[in-house]
């Protein structure tokens, strides 16, 4: 399955949603899952990169480190885009669960998007 993932440089992220630091990145996973009702439905769960509470993170980290040097996204750099596909390819998988991406959902309401 083709999936694109949208990555926000253009605007400032939102702080983490897990430690409520400044986040580095936002990003928009678009993905696809079966309801309740057994009907395919499509969304996008937001991921925000945080230099805390991704630090250890395989996948996250060398991306993180590139911030560290660089300072802001530039996605005109070469190593910068690979660092980023990389990255996104690690965040998609706990989108997958379905219980993350409602409690997700459900933080958005609250939070009156
Ligand atoms: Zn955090």
């Given at each position: 399955m083709n999936r694109r993932i949208e990555v926000l440089t253009a605007e400032a992220a939102p702080d983490c949603?897990?430690?409520?630091g400044p986040g580095l990145l936002h990003s928009r996973v678009p993905h696809t899952w079966t309801n309740a009702a057994g009907r395919r439905v499509r969304g996008y769960g937001g991921v925000v990169l945080c230099p805390e509470c991704d630090a250890d993170k395989p996948h996250a980290a060398p991306l993180i480190t590139w911030f560290h040097v660089n300072g802001q996204a530039d996605d005109g750099d070469e190593e910068f885009v690979r660092l980023l596909v990389a990255w996104a390819a690690g965040v998609?998988?706990?989108?997958?669960?379905e219980r993350a991406l409602e409690a997700e959902v459900e933080q958005r309401r609250r939070g009156g998007l």
């Open positions: 949603p897990r430690c409520g998609f998988v706990p989108m997958l669960d």
